[in-house]
């Protein structure tokens, strides 16, 4: 092993010394199969990484997690794919992922990504950039999360899309798409996956101008306050010509031939006029010139 590496004397190592960072640290009882490790990345004890495994740089991995398992399921001749951590990922305790099922394919965790404890995502998801994976979420297979997305305890049907900013409540249950920048939530009358509102802070947080921000409430109102969703999607592709209203229109349109998405009536209550800089107001760091 590096010198500079701190592995403690307990844990079995199986990974080429070759494929090992600089700095890189090992607690005891754990086993390590992984294809790869970058450098600056701590490991756990108790914690078990398979082969088919790349992990990037500066990641922090917590105990008795698991990476990298075969795929759960009725699978004969299994040739399975890999799992690849980004760098500055940190994954808490008891967090368990699958490689992806088949050779040449991944599941793949996002740089900047955050999953807290007890969180399992299942074979070929795919994680975005910074997203947060809150405490006891559960992601089936062939799940795609866009970049800053919030999944707190919750649950999520494969082959489901969760757009780009979206935050998705504790309790849930998910079963359709999530569109980009909203967020998603039981209803207080208990009927399931009810839109609420755009996720104003969660913009703000990502770097999001005045002018996204309201771009993003136009395409919505769009949308939404057409009498159909195939109507409201032919306006927003004719009268839109910004970033944020092509995303939403791309999402629609994939969404409408596959799975489909949450739209109720809580959406068109909350695409109340605001001022998006307002979110803003008494931080210090509003700068309308500022892009993602």
Known sequence: MCAMNNID?????????????????????????????GDN?????????????????NCRIGNHVNLGFLAQGLYDDLEPGKLIIKDNVKIESKVT????????????????SVLYAGVHIGHDSE????????????????????????????????????????????NTRI????????????????????????????LQRAGYTAEQMTNIQKAYHILFRTPTIQK?????????????ARKIAEFVGQSLKGRGFYSFPYMKANLRIFNPTSVYANKGDYDSNKGR
Request: glycine share 10%; net charge negative.
């Open 9 to 37: 004397p307990d844990t079995r190592v199986y990974t080429d010394e070759e494929n090992i960072g600089k700095d890189v640290v090992i607690g005891p009882y754990s086993v390590i199969d992984a294809d790869e490790i």
């Open 41 to 57: 990345t701590v490991i756990g004890s108790n914690t078990v990484i398979n082969e088919g495994v790349v992990i990037g740089k």
């Open 97 to 112: 992922l699958e490689r992806a099922t088949e050779e040449g394919n991944s599941t793949t965790i996002g740089d900047n």
């Open 127 to 170: 994680i975005g950039e910074g997203v947060s994976v809150i405490s006891g979420a559960l992601l089936a297979g062939n799940v795609k999360v866009g970049n800053y997305a919030v999944i707190s305890t919750s649950m999520i049907h494969q082959f489901t899309r969760i757009g780009d900013v979206s935050i998705i409540a504790g």
């Open 175 to 202: 079963t359709k798409d999530v569109l980009p920048y909203i967020c998603v939530a039981e209803s207080r009358k208990k009927e399931r996956n009810m839109v609420f509102f755009i996720n104003q802070v969660g």
């Open 232 to 244: 409201g999607l032919e306006n927003l592709v004719k009268e839109t010509d910004n970033n944020e």
